[in-house]
């Protein structure tokens, strides 16, 4: 319903509702931890539910059907909307995406209604905007449904109150069906970091992992065969009027949004490039945490950065092996052509170590460090535990306007850059890999901090030339990165015409990484030669 009536659903028995007052929007945070199948009941008798809960809890069956166009309107729009039964109660609820930088909270509009039809009448529409704006009534249909059996308590815990509903059920989609078995840990009232503190116990409780999914995002998938995408960084949005102490959780909380954002892609190893972003955020929070350290001195993004570079070695192995066979091998393959050389089969032996090496990582991302590191993380950005970490001559620092601390860390690493990169074209790899090295923290800074500059091109074009030369050491280095798998490669029992696509493989990178040489020191003396846009 868009103009003020009820769509009917087939069946709904739906009938006009008093008018009622226009909901509000809602900021909800909560946390989705899965659970094995069987482990509910475990964890409903953990001790720090049984401590700390009002009551036994209720339990309810619900039923939602969620509501979208054919064309997949409100999904491509980042939004959900669902109608859920609990008895003869109905409750509409539109909900949206998580904004950048804060993964776990998502806007709401919620609103009683008389039946499963969708019904708009009490919604905000002017507040809520695209694509409500241009949406004709009529154009909404049931997409799925979820069907639940929930048992909801109320824990107070900390000066919070946090609701927790075990669910167990499933997802419907026509002749598909895939189980529901988990919890959502919502926040009432009171502080956010003691949801984590909550999640962290209940690791210990059972083998649980963070739901980075929604039931919506589950459900559009199972509807449609969606894969989940990958999904590349976003710029944090940091203004002139910030303070360090803004900035560190801007920062910080963007990266691990960006991580997942692109967990599950990496997950289930289809989509090569979800690997990719994972590593890319790794990298990012890695630079945030080094350039963070050097003004604060904090023992704990330490360890993060710790945990994050314990990560990057896992998704290391699966992309290295991702690269290898669906670039490395393609360019030789295509330009020499040889009878005599078996391309295919040098891809063919390479799969088997790069399902070992998805296999571990996916293992990794099940693991209790990794999900303990997620919430810890979570947490600090919320509580702001840098500031405990300071002393009181120190805290007056956590004022320092973000414009200077932005000029402050880019000029130091462009002079490292710099310095790294002294008569160039001498430079042996290991010393043209540090230099790589450098110039992608330089452009993670630069890409953190380009908000302040207000969009302009000089940034974009600075950013774009450190690219190609990033680009350009990488192909550079990808010769010495590569030469590993092709020996593991060597001595598997392979045929003699693999052995000879190894041999090709070889051949051909010795041949470019000499061509290469003179594209590096154009891109190289071009970068010397940019004005930088932060002075």
Known sequence: MLNGRVTRAPGSGATEVPARPRPDLRNEVELKLLVPSGGLERLREAPIITRHARSAGTTRRLEAVYYDTPERTLFSHGLSLRVRRSGRRFTQTLKRAPANGQPFARGEWEVPTGSLAPDFSAMPMAEIGAPFDTLAAGELRPVFTTK??????????????????FDEGCIEAGEHREPLNEIELEIKSGEARVLYDLGIELLDAAPLRIGTQSKSDRGYGLAFGLAPKSTKAVSPSITAEYTLDDTIGVLLGTCQHHLLANQIVAEGG?????????????????????????????????????????????????????????????????????????????????????????????????????????????????????????????????????????????????????????????????????????????????????????????AKDYLACIADLQDALGH????????????????????????????????????????????????????????????
């Open 476 to 535: 550079d280095h990808d010769a010495i990165t590569t030469r590993p798998f092709l020996l593991t490669l060597a001595a598997d029992p392979v045929s003699p015409d693999v052995q000879r696509a190894i041999g090709a493989v070889m051949g051909w990178q010795a041949c470019d990484r000499i061509a290469v040489g003179s594209t590096l020191r154009k891109h190289w003396r071009q970068f010397k030669s940019m004005p930088v846009f932060w002075s």
């Open 270 to 458: 289809r989509d090569p490039e979800g690997v990719h972003q994972m590593r890319v955020a790794l990298r990012r929070f890695r630079t945030a945490c080094i350039l963070l350290r050097r003004e604060l001195g904090s023992p704990t993004l330490e360890g993060f950065a710790a945990e994050a570079k314990w990560l990057a070695g896992l998704l290391g192995g699966a992309r290295d092996w991702d690269v290898f066979i669906t670039e490395t091998v393609s360019a030789p393959a295509e330009a020499l052509q040889l009878d005599i050389a078996d391309f295919e089969g040098l891809r063919q032996a390479a799969e088997p170590h790069r399902m070992a090496a998805y296999a571990d990582l996916r293992e990794a991302l099940a693991s209790p460090r990794y999900n303990r590191f997620q919430l810890s993380l979570r947490h600090w950005i919320e509580s702001r535990g840098w500031r405990n970490e300071l002393d009181g001559q120190s805290l007056p620092l956590l004022l320092l306007p973000a414009p200077e601390f932005a000029a402050r860390v880019m000029t130091r690493l462009y002079r490292k850059v710099l310095h790294q990169g002294a008569h160039f074209r001498h430079l042996q790899p290991e010393a043209r890999h540090r230099v790589r090295i450098s110039l992608k923290k330089l452009r993670y800074a630069a890409e953190f901090f380009q908000g302040l500059h207000g969009g302009r091109s000089n």
């Open 148 to 165: 639940v059996r929930r048992r909801t308590q109320h824990l107070d815990l900390l000066g919070a109150v946090i609701e927790v509903a």
